[in-house]
């Protein structure tokens, strides 16, 4: 069946702008989450989904950085007055119930210039 | 504070050479030890899910172990097509993964 979707695959910004990410779990997963994985360095998780609620936000770096999820299915991931250090790959996974394996998708290559 | 090493942090082997990457933990409730593969400019792709310890999984030339503290993963026979970045992670019973850095595995014709 098809996997984990993310859009755009890449996207160049400028300094100051707004973007947002998308991702399209694997259908009938209950649990998505978003991480951010920068040159070097380990995944970071950013925030998880239950359904369209999201229990723990810890992870989001700054107030500039937020993330919905509607219909128990596609979630967005916003940026907000993008600056240099939020270049980043932003990874998107999902998994059927939360604990269990979580899928990733191929990820959204973020420049900020 | 959770954590998750890996070493080495790169591995270079030639053609069936045989070794093993290896990943440990802070012991704090570990609830389960996923191990996945990742290759340039992708996302990571899902081998194994280990719980307890003593558990063992294979696939092809992968094989996972699991201790107390920690996870090996040992390559049997490597062809060039497993050269990647093998990334560990943990759950530590909080709803989300705790990643190592990865070992970036190369293997030479």
């Known amino acids: 069946g098809a996997g984990v979707s993310q859009s755009p695959s890449n996207k160049v910004t400028e300094k100051g702008k707004d973007v947002e990410l998308r991702c399209d779990p694997i259908s009938g997963h209950t649990a998505l989450y978003w991480y951010r994985q920068s040159l070097g360095q380990g995944l970071e998780f950013l925030i998880y989904?239950?359904?369209?609620?999201?229990?723990?936000k810890s992870g989001l770096p700054s107030d500039r950085f937020s993330a919905e999820r509607t219909g128990g299915s596609v979630s967005t991931l916003t940026i907000q007055r993008t600056q240099q250090e939020d270049s980043a790959v932003y990874l998107c996974?999902?998994?059927?119930?939360?604990?269990?394996?979580?899928?990733f998708g191929p990820g959204t290559r973020l420049l900020v210039l | 504070e959770d954590q998750v090493t890996q070493s080495p942090e790169a591995l270079r082997l030639q053609e069936g050479e045989s070794s093993s990457l290896n990943c440990s933990y802070t012991?704090?409730?570990?609830?389960?030890l996923f191990w996945y593969r990742q290759d340039p400019g992708k996302g990571p792709e899902f081998l194994f899910t280990l719980y307890s310890a003593g558990e063992e999984k294979e696939k092809e030339r992968l094989k996972a172990t699991l201790t107390k503290k920690e996870s090996f993963l040992h390559i049997t026979a490597p062809k060039p097509e497993d050269s990647a970045t093998y990334l560990c992670?943990?759950?530590?019973?909080?709803?989300?993964?705790?990643f190592g850095t990865g070992t970036r595995l190369t293997i030479i014709p």
């Open positions: 989904f239950q359904g369209n609620s999201a229990p723990d």
């Open positions: 996974a999902s998994s059927r119930h939360i604990r269990e394996t979580q899928y």
């Open positions: 992670a943990v759950d530590f019973g909080n709803e989300k993964l705790t």
């Open positions: 012991v704090s409730g570990l609830r389960g």
